[in-house]
């Protein structure tokens, strides 16, 4: 550590330069990050790098690390807010542009599978912080059942697609579960509430608004455990 | 006006804010009228890592005077702060506890945010 890459806050700050942008859907893209090999940068999955944007003096705006530790390139993915700041400034930056942040963030993560069946539900870019989480999962070579519950406005906007339904067919006890329309609160409530009295299963929920307290609400009443029930609402 | 009386355990000069609660927001980020809010708008540097959205709990605070006066933490708040280092029964998060009284508070920032899980 550097003084010139500590704040005046004490912030460790890291730079990297943006090396890939790809458009993933309408208005979501991923931004590939790569830093200096003098600045190593270990995260657990499921937590996020908080980028200093460079509006009015400092703005924060935090993402969460689609990417995997063990791979060379941070990836971050958001969706284009409309009136929002942030994204605008994002979503003009070109490849080879640096940026700024801190981290990593969060205790809404995952280092390895737990011993039970594991359930994670994504809605729209909160499969952002899903997608290492479940990577580690199905690596980590789990007996236990392992499902994604994830919601998307259409089929163009479901991030990921070809590579989670690759990851079904190449695991056994990995079921992938789109949700095109059917309401998320529905589906999770028909399958792991009203369907069964086993109470074991631990979920990982991520995604944007009220969606993520309600799911967490309905699961904890029904009977699992507050640990074994964790989201990040963003 | 309600005053809020800062604190730094890392023995930074302790700071203290009149202000009028009604004219939330001071700032952007975390909930307006919030600790957070109040300090970011006078000035004060309050780390929020994850721009003051109940994300992390970077901007935990531990109040001193006045908890009983501030808004109820919802559950998001009381889960992320069961993970919050050094917690104690008065633990609030800055971005989420608001102050809506015209009252006294004093809250005491820890010296170590966490900066992983």
Not at chain 2, 64 to 84: I, T, V, Y
Request: include cysteine; proline fraction near 6%.
């Amino acid at each position: 550590m550097s003084d010139d890459t500590v704040g005046a806050t004490g912030r460790l700050t890291y730079e990297g330069t943006i090396t890939r942008i790809i458009e993933r859907a309408p208005d979501t893209r991923s931004f590939f990050l790569r830093l200096p090999a003098s600045q190593p940068f270990a995260f657990t999955p499921g937590q996020f790098i908080s980028c200093l944007l460079p509006i009015d003096g400092e703005m924060i705006r935090p993402y969460s690390l689609a990417s995997n530790p063990e791979e060379p390139e941070l990836e971050i993915c958001l969706n284009r807010v409309p009136g929002g700041v942030g994204t605008a400034y994002l979503f003009a930056l070109q490849e080879g542009a640096r940026l700024r942040f801190t981290g990593p963030w969060g205790t809404f993560t995952l280092d390895q599978a737990p011993e039970a069946e594991c359930v994670f539900i994504a809605d729209g870019t909160g499969i952002a912080a899903i997608r290492p989480m479940l990577r580690r999962a199905l690596n980590g070579r789990s007996a236990h059942p392992i499902g994604l519950h994830y919601a998307a406005a259409s089929r163009t906007h479901l991030l990921y697609a070809d590579e989670l339904e690759t990851a079904a067919r190449a695991h056994a006890n990995f079921t992938f579960v789109p949700l095109l329309g059917t309401p998320l609160t529905e589906e999770i409530e028909r399958r792991y509430v009203a369907a069964d009295t086993d109470r074991s299963r631990h979920f990982f929920i991520c995604g944007v608004g009220d969606i993520v307290p309600r799911l967490r609400d309905l699961l904890r009443r029904s009977g699992y455990e507050r640990r074994a029930v964790q989201y990040e609402k963003w | 006006m309600a005053k809020l009386r800062v604190l730094f355990e890392n023995g930074a000069p302790e700071r203290i804010i009149e202000f009028d609660p009604s004219r939330a927001p001071f700032q952007h980020d975390g909930r307006a009228g919030s600790i957070l809010d109040v300090l970011a708008g006078h000035g004060i540097h309050l780390e929020h890592a994850c721009g003051g959205n109940c994300a992390c709990t970077t901007c935990h605070v531990i109040v001193k005077d006045g908890f009983n006066r501030l808004s109820e933490a919802e559950e998001n708040e009381l889960d992320l702060l069961d993970k919050a280092p050094g917690l104690t029964p008065t633990s609030r998060l800055g971005c989420q506890a608001v102050i809506e009284d015209d009252a006294e508070f004093t809250v005491l920032v820890p010296r170590f945010t966490i900066n992983a899980a």
